[in-house]
């Protein structure tokens, strides 16, 4: 099993950063890859951006591209968003998400991912 905690969420203006973070906990979390998703009120759930278990990889949406970046430190099983010029609708819970042990190619896919984490608010005042 693999339990994931998202952190640094928080209440932002538009056009500032912020950093989230998800640490891993549990079985083997280098060899998997990971993503970000995010879900609005009245939303589904939709993907942001995804990092291979080698960090030679990642993809993200057209809506966050050139704002957002994804990365992870295997040592520390954690893996980062780092979210610049937020807009009021980047607005939304965000998670982060593990695919199964050992499978280690993105996927923009909610069913691809295995192991989610609880989500963290980020709100973006105009």
């Known amino acids: 099993q693999v339990q994931l905690v998202e952190s640094g969420g928080g209440l932002v203006q538009a056009g500032d950063s912020l950093r989230l973070s998800c640490a891993a906990s549990?079985?083997?979390?280098?060899?998997?890859?990971m993503g970000w998703f995010r879900q609005a009120p009245g939303k589904e759930r939709e993907f942001v951006t995804a990092i291979s278990w080698s960090s030679g990889s990642t993809t993200y949406a057209d809506s966050v591209k050139g704002r957002f970046t994804i990365s992870r430190d295997n040592a520390k099983n954690t893996v980062y968003l780092q979210m610049n010029s937020l807009k009021p609708e980047d607005t939304a819970v965000y998670y982060c998400a593990t695919r199964p042990e050992d499978v280690g190619v993105m996927s923009r896919l909610r069913a691809a991912y295995k192991y989610w984490g609880q989500g963290t608010q980020v709100t973006v005042s105009s």
């Open positions: 549990g079985r083997t979390f280098s060899t998997a890859a």
